[in-house]
């Protein structure tokens, strides 16, 4: 009798522990209280919804569809146990357009904002606070007091939908992952050398050539071979005008704005493979299949092998562009269209007559200046349709339009001299924010020509030392997809860096904590585990750092993780776990043997196991 009264109370303990642990919540809030009262969700729950405002209806629907698919129905009549909604009547400014409070106790949820904004994002909070998996009827989450708001109006995840093309229910699985962590900015790319995606009506080959390239598999580069003559061309697609519609409709639904980007006037092989006479030579092209066609040298350098840059002294060329964005620019609502402007290959400009001439007509020093006279033009003709310009920070090159926006990604240098100019900047840097670089050991992960851990990006501060942060609206992550054929790998990509960027974008500076973020992160997986969906673990993975001393190999693991310990063996042996705790660095002898490392917790593997031979430890050393 008495044990089974202390395995009840030890029961009813570890439940009231785990309801009262710290919380969960990706990004984290600006301020967070924790009472000792318990919402316990059941039938006997009602809404009280104190607005009109159509989108917080909108968004209350939403929630109780998310509490529907739990299992927790509404009661008819008013009761005692209740949801409150409520705008305030007069406006918080410390809570912006997107902030929120939340305050949770035993008789209610209570969530007011200024904006329906705000009470979305705080849906987003609370969805959060619900445990993994509920049980019908006795679903509880901890009594709370949140007030939150985000550090800036721009946070972003891009996607590349041109070197593989996603459905339209593929990006909208996207776009609403990116809600749940109060991402609220789609950078849809929508063209480039590899497809063009968005039906233009008034150009009708962009998509019936455009949007279409012949069959390949495995890695883009010299493994892929070029199109054979006659050869269908039957990978692609491309978004209707009523998709592209229904695309924007879903995204303003759950608080998320989309920035099409259109890129000109370099990687353009998909437009000129539909109406070569807009570049400079006016040869026939095809839509690249991913087959290498440029030399890179390094340090931004690099020759295109084939021409897929428009002509920016050709007068067709603009009125090509201006109907491409009128229609765009009909699409999407939002205040911003994003013209590229990234690496342009000035070559075949330079090597052309008629380009030199326009050249010396129009007093341009270099075809530096020339870009620069196209982005300027381009400028005017987005401005013409009501809507601001932004674009790759190349678009500085020899002059930057008024009124552009830039954003940042070759590091932060780009973002600091617009700021200077007093230009907004969305900074993008590679080294914080490019989603796909590797994130592991290259033996379990595709090796990318760069890499970018968790730890690297949770280190992302948007706001460089010296620079006014009223020009930077925020930042952004980019998921470029030569390597990323599937939704699945595309959320293996983004998430968890994409945890890190949403706290880096949402929270206080001073609240971020590696300690507080990867202990959370691991909650987040096992939410993404619960739901199926594909997230990457590579930051479990042990570090191996090697280097040579006094003529030895010398080997150093590590890890980010909490209460974790690593184990390895260098003898050719398996499993790890009956190796070496690792305590310090060690030497790898010589011999015909490979590295084998794990890490574990409570002595079972939360890591992949990396097997790294010998041989390949040297190469690392000599890089």
């Not at 209570?110 to 993994?132: D, M, R, V, W």
């Not at 900074?427 to 595709?446: C, I, K, R, W």
């Not at 190999?553 to 184990?567: A, H, P, R």
């Not at 660095?585 to 490979?594: D, Q, V």
Request: neutral net charge.
């Amino acid at each position: 009798m008495h044990t089974r009264f202390f395995t009840l109370l030890f029961f009813i303990f570890f439940q009231l522990s785990a309801i009262f642990a710290q919380h969960n919540i990706i990004p984290i809030p600006v301020s967070y209280t924790a009472t000792n009262e318990v919402f316990i969700f059941d039938n006997q729950l009602s809404y009280d919804l104190k607005t009109n405002d159509s989108q917080t209806k909108q968004y209350v629907e939403q929630f109780q569809n998310f509490l529907l698919g739990k299992g927790i129905s509404f009661a008819d009549k008013p009761t005692d146990k209740s949801i409150q909604i409520s705008l305030y009547k007069n406006f918080n400014s410390e809570l912006g357009d997107e902030g929120y409070t939340l305050e949770i106790n035993k008789k209610s949820i209570n969530l007011s904002a200024n904006k329906a904004a705000g009470i979305f994002n705080g849906f987003q909070t609370l969805k959060q606070l619900f445990p993994i998996t509920t049980k019908n009827n006795s679903t509880k989450i901890a009594g709370c007091i949140i007030k939150d708001y985000p550090r800036f109006k721009w946070r972003g995840l891009m996607l590349d939908v041109s070197r593989h093309f996603f459905t339209v229910d593929e990006v909208k699985a996207y776009i609403n992952k990116m809600a749940e962590y109060k991402l609220n900015v789609f950078h849809w790319h929508l063209t480039d050398d590899q497809g063009w995606r968005i039906e233009i009506k008034s150009l009708p080959k962009l998509t019936e050539i455009g949007a279409w390239r012949v069959e390949r598999y495995g890695r883009f580069g010299k493994t892929r071979i070029e199109p054979n003559p006659n050869e269908k061309a039957t990978y692609g697609g491309f978004y209707t005008q009523e998709q592209i519609k229904d695309i924007v409709n879903y995204a303003s639904k759950k608080n998320i704005t989309i920035v099409p980007e259109i890129d000109i006037p370099g990687h353009s092989m998909a437009a000129l493979a539909a109406y070569p006479e807009l570049s400079v030579k006016k040869e026939s092209k095809y839509v690249v299949p991913g087959t290498n066609f440029a030399e890179w040298y390094g340090n931004g350098k690099f020759k295109m092998l084939i021409e897929n840059t428009l002509n920016p002294t050709d007068e067709k060329v603009y009125e090509f562009v201006d109907k491409v964005f009128t229609e765009v620019a009909q699409l999407f609502p939002g205040e911003y269209i994003h013209m590229g402007g990234d690496e342009a290959y000035h070559g075949y400009w330079e090597e052309n007559e008629t380009v030199q001439n326009f050249m010396i007509k129009n007093n341009l020093k270099d075809t530096h200046e020339l870009q620069s006279y196209f982005v300027k033009r381009v400028e005017k003709i987005i401005s013409s349709k009501g809507k601001k310009m932004i674009g790759w920070d190349e678009i500085l090159e020899g002059g930057l339009a008024d009124g552009a926006t830039v954003m940042s990604w070759r590091g932060m240098k780009g973002g600091i001299a617009a700021v200077k100019m007093e230009h907004e900047v969305v900074m993008s840097p590679t080294t914080f924010a490019y989603l796909d670089y590797s994130q592991g050991d290259h033996t379990v992960e595709n090796k990318i020509y760069a890499d970018l851990s968790l730890e690297k990006s949770y280190t992302f501060e948007p706001v460089p030392e010296g620079v006014d942060p009223k020009y930077i609206l925020g930042g952004q992550g980019n998921l470029w997809t030569e390597v990323v054929p599937n939704l699945p790998y595309a959320f293996y990509m983004t998430y968890p860096r994409a945890f890190a960027l949403s706290e880096t974008l949402w929270s206080p500076k001073e609240k971020k904590n590696w300690d507080s973020f990867i202990d959370r992160t691991e909650h987040h997986f096992k939410r993404f585990d619960a739901t199926k969906t594909n997230i990457s673990k590579a930051v479990y993975d042990p570090i191996v750092h090697v280097y040579i001393e006094n003529d030895t190999l010398m080997c150093e693991l590590k890890n980010s993780i909490l209460n974790s310990e690593i184990y390895y063996t260098i003898d050719n042996t398996y499993p790890v776990q009956f190796g070496f705790k690792y305590e310090g660095s060690f030497e790898i002898p010589e011999g015909n043997l490979s590295l084998r490392t794990q890490t574990f917790r409570n002595n079972k593997p939360i890591s992949r196991q990396l097997q790294i031979h010998r041989t390949e430890l040297i190469k690392r050393v000599q890089k």
